[in-house]
């Protein structure tokens, strides 16, 4: 199993904006997807008041590859949503099993 952690850096007037179509327009996508195990979303915190995250769960390689494409270890940012995004990141591990 691969977690996908992707982060985006979003202004704070651009908040309720970005959230909004985050959830309808990129977990929808996200979720399209064969292979994907789970699927969360998190806002910002005080700690953290621009970055959201998608926390992502796919049973293998070749899923992210259908998903992302060849190059799925960046940043796949579904149209429309680019102009939310001052600074993006994508990164990937290796579950461990316990």
């Known amino acids: 199993m691969i977690t996908?952690?992707?982060t985006a850096i979003v202004p704070s007037s651009l908040h309720g904006e970005f959230e909004e179509?985050?959830?309808?327009?990129?977990?929808p996508l996200v979720k399209n997807y064969d292979g994907l195990?789970?699927?969360e979303i998190a806002r910002p915190t005080q700690w953290?008041?621009?970055?959201f995250l998608?926390?992502?769960r796919w049973e293998e390689?070749?899923?992210?590859?259908?998903?992302?494409?060849?190059?799925?270890?960046?940043?796949?940012i579904p149209q429309g949503?680019?102009?939310y995004i001052r600074e993006c990141s994508?990164?990937?591990?290796?579950n461990i099993d316990f």
């Open 54 to 56: 998608m926390i992502s």
């Open 37 to 39: 195990i789970s699927l």
């Open 4 to 6: 996908r952690i992707f």
């Open 21 to 27: 179509k985050f959830k309808a327009i990129s977990v």
């Open 61 to 76: 390689e070749k899923h992210l590859i259908a998903f992302a494409g060849k190059e799925w270890n960046t940043a796949h």
């Open 81 to 83: 949503m680019e102009k």
């Open 48 to 51: 953290n008041p621009e970055e």
């Open 90 to 94: 994508v990164a990937h591990y290796e």
